[in-house]
Every structure is written in C-alpha cells, then in structure tokens.
C-alpha cells in the first residue's frame, strides 16, 4: 500500500530522538519536504519526560544538559520553541565517614572543601580546571566539524587535515603531549598526575566511565572525561543543567521548532523494515503494511537496528555486516528514578540547603568503583555501584506535586549480558533496585520511608522500551576504536552508508553521544551538500 497523504517525500527520518528532531528540522530549513516516523506515543527517544507516578514526572533516561551545541539553539530558535536551562552549580560526594567533598560555583568555597583532604590539591584544582578548558576549547571545533577523513583524497578534505596539524603544532609540545595523553591513558592515571587524594580524583574519574564497560583504570577513559567536561550552556563553559520540564522538554522544543519549519512528525508509526529497489533504499515499510516512498532514509537508530534490522543481513555486503557486528554496543548503565514524599537528608550534611540542588555522587573511593566494575566484568550488576544522584524538583518545581519530590538515580555497573543472560534482567530487575536503594540509603538513612514509587530501567528495559540495542545509551561505546572517523565504521563516518540514499543521524556517528544534537545537524549538512535530497 503506497501512502496517500503528501506523497513523495524528500526525506524520512526514522526515530524522533533529538538527533533525528534536529537533523529534520535542518533539512525542513533548506526548503526540504521531510516526514519523521516514530514507534512510541510520544517524541524525544531516549530524550524523553514521562509522567510514570501522577503528578511525577520523569526524565526517565538522559537526565542532564550541556553538550548541546550553541550554534544548534540559535538556528532552531530554540528557546521560543520553549527550550530553557536552569544550571546545575554543585557536586556533593559524601564519605562513609561522614565526611563530605563539595564543588560549587564559588572558587573559595571549592578550594576550603578540598584543601579539607589535600591543600596541596585545593591550590591545584582552578590550574587544572584551567587546563581541561583549554583542551576542550581546542578539540571543541573538531565536534562541530565532520570527522576529519585520513584516507581520503579529496584535496579539500587533505587540506582541512594539513591545517589541522599546523593548528597542533602551533599549540607546542606541551599541548600536544596532554592531548597524547588524554587519548591513551585511564582516567585516574591521568588525575593521579594532577592530584595525590582519591576522595577527589574517585568522583572526578567517573566523568571517565559513564556509559562505557570500562573501569576507572582502563585506558582511554580520560578522553571520555574530557568529553563529559566539554559541556557549555549560555556561554559558560563546563557547564550542566536541568532543562525546565525535564529532558523530554528539549526534544519537545526541537520538534516544535521543526514542525514551524514544515516538518510532518508521525508518532506510534513502527517503521519495519526499508523499501529497497535496486540496492538501494527508496522507504520505508510501516508494521502496519504501508510503504512510504522517499528521495532518501535517514535512520536515527543506532549502527545495530539500521543495518542488521531496518536494512537487513540479505542487502548487505558481508565484510560491512561483519563490521557492524563488530561495533561494540555493550549497555553497562541502569537508571533509577523515584517519586519521594519529602526530602531526603544525608547523613554527612542533614540540612536542606543548595547542596542538594546539584548532583550527588556516590564514588567514595578507587577501590570502590573497581570493586563495582569486577561485578560487571563477571556478568552481575554492581553490588554497591558508583551513582549519580539528582533532585530535579528542588530546581524545577513543576516536575512534582507540591512539597514532594523527584530522584534521579544514574547506576553503573548494570551489564547488558548478565551471566545468566540479558533475557534474565527482568527476573534481576527489582534485585537491582534494591541494591541502588540499599547502598544510597548508606548516606540517606530515611531515603526508604519516602519512597512512593520507584522506576528500575535495566539495560534491557532500555533496549526493550527505548530501542537502545544492548542499553547502550550512546548507541555504540565511546571507545577509541570507534570515534571520530572510525565511528561507525572505517570509511562511513560522514552520515551516508553503503547502502545507497541512506544516511544516519543519531550518536552512533561522529562525535558520539549524549544531548548534543551535531551528528543530527552534520547530517543534514552533509546531505545538502551532496545534492541528496
């Protein structure tokens, strides 16, 4: 059955995650008749507000904001679609001693709270704050830029790459050797060489992890914690916050913003399968049978769903297969969310004060994240995991009734594949949410007796529910064999696929993931440029 609403377009965008909002609202801007297609009730993917309890509501999966880029907000017009940031100033990490580290936006503040365990490392800490900004202000360009392509031959291209390496070198050996550095080496060997006490360099290492199976000591994670610290909003760098409305807000305002522009946003419209003629994509197929034709796909799916499942094994090269298989997804994170009768107080500082407007980690020490990383690497979800708490209410009211309150719970280690098999996590699923309560109530003893409703999303909740293959919630690890030009695969990295007139848009693709919103706008770039649609 053909469709008989607008026929052809000249692009479908399947999945309404934020990168596929914004990869057709950029499309839609360039004069392009675009139709966006998405299995669940609502828009936002994983970027997503849910009222699970009444009066509740949850940023179910992402949480935070700050990767999203600038030059995305001015072109959407986002904030009169409704996007606003409310700042996130502040990290607590209590100690089993009651002791307690606390890193504001006030510098004196900072400094009195580490000098506490190290002053050696309190006067350190601006220098090294210093430092992190600047390589993030150099390797920021390198994010809103396709991937530069070392085998390409095209002249523009080896030029881009020759001015590239003579923008390096004009940095110095200094910065070259910290860039060297930071790809290679772990997290807390990279901190180690800044600061000498771990009750600063455990909750600092964790930027290292979040959403990799990767422990604190392996290599390559102190690129990912220069990733996570790249954040900006209105201009201030390293920058986190809480989107008024909860996450699903931004993907709401993206999509408003794409619908004033023309885009056709379709939900509770499962895309089955791709329409391909001659090897090449010319649609899709919906569950219900329709067939929608178009001038190019763009999948927002990760490497996994557009290729083994939207595209299929039969319309495949085998070596491509092979290598899509190879694309290690890996999902190692849980998430916790909890409607609360009133505030919870913490053992280590009991008052109701600002502390408790920014996040909570749970990292007490090394040892303690290793020990939650041998779970995982055994196949068992972490005993006593490393946590990132929020209480979004405190910051924006409107995501809970009156006086109640909204937990946010952010758990590594969960692994995809438990030792008795991933299909075994919702016999697993409530073992999990006990032992996120039980370890958090360590710190916040009357944390139970508040508790009105609890969320537990495993790994495969997340697949199940989100369509994140293994709960990877980056759509593929942001290791250092898949960034950059090797993400998702060799030669692939600027959006199209081989398969012809398809292209992708979501965090499988460079620069990886989180709220970013560039592989979407790259995209359509991209494909502008190439005269695809």
């Not at 914004?22 to 139709?35: F, P």
């Not at 958090?440 to 537990?456: C, D, G, T």
Request: with cysteine.
């Amino acid at each position: 059955m053909s469709d008989l609403r607008g026929g052809r377009y000249d692009a479908i965008v399947v999945g309404a995650g934020h990168n596929g909002l914004v990869c057709a609202a950029y499309l839609a801007k360039a004069g392009r008749k675009v139709l966006v297609l998405e299995r669940r009730h609502q828009v936002g993917g994983a970027t997503t507000t849910e009222e699970i309890h009444p009066g509740f509501k949850f940023s179910c999966c992402s949480y935070v904001v700050s990767l999203l880029r600038p030059w995305i907000i001015r072109d959407l017009e986002l904030p009169r679609h409704g996007y606003e940031v409310l700042p996130l100033e502040a990290t607590l990490t209590p100690f089993p001693d009651g002791r307690y580290l606390l890193r504001d936006s006030d510098p004196e503040r900072t400094r009195r709270s580490i000098a506490q365990f190290s002053p050696r490392d309190a006067e350190v800490y601006k220098r090294f704050g210093q430092q992190m900004a600047e390589l993030g202000r150099l390797i920021k360009p390198l994010i809103d830029q396709p991937a530069p392509d070392p085998l390409s031959r095209d002249p523009r291209e080896l030029l881009r790459i020759a001015r590239l390496g003579k923008q390096i070198r004009g940095e110095g050996d200094a910065w070259l050797f910290a860039n060297v550095k930071m790809m290679t080496m772990s997290a807390v060997d990279f901190l180690s060489e800044w600061f000498e006490c771990e009750q600063l360099i455990a909750p600092m290492a964790i930027s290292g992890i979040i959403g990799t199976f990767l422990g604190i000591r392996s290599p390559g994670t102190a690129y990912v914690l220069l990733h996570h610290y790249m954040g900006e909003i209105d201009g201030s760098f390293r920058a986190w916050g809480l989107p008024k409305g909860g996450t699903g807000a931004i993907a709401q305002a993206i999509a408003s913003s794409a619908r004033a522009l023309g885009v056709e946003i379709r939900t509770e419209a499962p895309v089955a399968h791709l329409l391909m003629q001659n090897g090449r994509a010319a649609g899709v197929v919906l569950a219900n049978g329709d067939e929608i034709r178009a001038r190019a796909v763009i999948s927002g799916l990760d490497p996994h769903r557009t290729f083994l499942h939207l595209v299929g094994e039969e319309h495949l090269d085998p070596e491509i297969a092979q290598q899509v298989r190879r694309f290690k997804m890996r999902g190692s994170s849980g998430k916790v969310n909890l409607a609360l009768d009133a505030l919870p107080e913490l053992t280590c500082r009991p008052d109701y004060g600002p502390h408790l407007q920014g996040g909570i980690t749970i990292a007490p020490s090394i040892d303690y994240l290793e020990r939650a990383y041998d779970d995982a690497k055994y196949g068992a979800f972490s005993r006593q995991p490393f946590m990132d708490v929020l209480i979004p209410s405190l910051t924006d009211p409107t995501v809970a009734p009156p006086g109640k309150h909204v937990m946010s719970i952010f758990v590594q280690y969960a692994p995809y594949h438990l030792k008795e098999g991933a299909a075994d996590w919702p016999n697993q699923r409530e073992a999990f949410g006990d032992a996120v309560i039980d370890t958090l109530s360590e710190y916040m003893p009357n944390l139970k007796s508040l508790i009105l409703h609890r969320q537990v999303l495993t790994p495969w909740d997340l697949e199940q529910i989100y369509g994140l293959t293994e709960g990877n919630i980056f759509h593929g690890e942001l290791s250092l064999e898949q960034l950059a030009f090797l993400r998702p695969m060799a030669g692939w990295s600027r959006y199209r696929t081989p398969v012809r007139n398809l292209w992708m848009c979501a965090s499988g693709t460079h620069p990886g993931g989180g709220i970013m919103g560039v592989p979407g706008a790259l995209c359509a770039q991209a494909m502008l440029g190439k005269r695809a649609v």
